[in-house]
């Protein structure tokens, strides 16, 4: 793992395997993350990360393929697991019934494994 902590706020590089990271930066969170490009999104993790020396490996197309699974991934997990302040007896039912879904089924179960560590490459 690479945390990062620098004048250009946090970064974080997951070694998932041998091949295979997850990559996260700080960035406002009221901008709109669809007005960022792929470049811009990798000089950000290039300067969160260059603070402390490292230089990362720009990832190929079929690696962004699996970046934005991972960020699917990401927020499936938040909105299943974290209790909202302002939540509803509903919404705390769904969190519920879905991850009793993932966790009771074999299916769901290897879902979960399989976009916890990391899909295939050939995917």
Known sequence: LIYNHSE?????????????QRMY?????DEDASTWSDDRIW????????????????GTD????RVWRAQH?????TTMLHRLP???DF????QIGELSSVVGSRA??????????????TT
């Open 25 to 29: 930066f700080q960035c406002d969170p």
């Open 91 to 94: 919404d705390v039912r769904r």
């Open 43 to 58: 000089e950000q993790l290039q300067t969160g990360v260059g603070a402390n020396g490292y230089t990362l490996l720009e």
């Open 86 to 88: 302002d939540a509803y």
């Open 108 to 121: 769901g179960s290897s879902y979960l494994a399989e976009a916890y560590t990391g899909w295939p490459a």
């Open 8 to 20: 250009h706020g946090f970064a974080l590089i997951s070694q998932r395997t041998e091949s295979l």
């Open 73 to 77: 991934f990401s927020y499936w997990m």
């Open 62 to 65: 079929r690696a962004l393929a």
